[in-house]
């Protein structure tokens, strides 16, 4: 799962991962509201990606994800 600070660069990194990553699919893009906040615009975005055999090199999707100014995290 990729989590990033806003909508587009949500959706740009997960039509990306695709073609870069060679994924079959393109990720699912999902807000995520921060807890306790009431702001509309206080969200994090993140990116599902499905890889149930562990096949993405972690190191390759931290890199990916920083480069649209987020992070990865296993899950």
Do not use: K
Not at 43 to 71: K, N, S, T
């Amino acid at each position: 799962m990729l989590v990033l600070p806003d909508r587009d660069a949500a959706e740009d990194a997960a039509q990306e991962v695709v073609d870069r990553f060679g994924l079959s699919e393109e990720p699912q893009v999902v807000r995520e509201a921060l807890a306790g906040e009431d702001d509309a615009e206080d969200a994090q975005w993140l990116v599902v990606i499905e890889d149930p055999e562990a096949a993405l090199a972690v190191p390759a999707l931290d890199a990916f994800a920083a480069e649209y100014d987020g992070w990865h995290e296993a899950g």
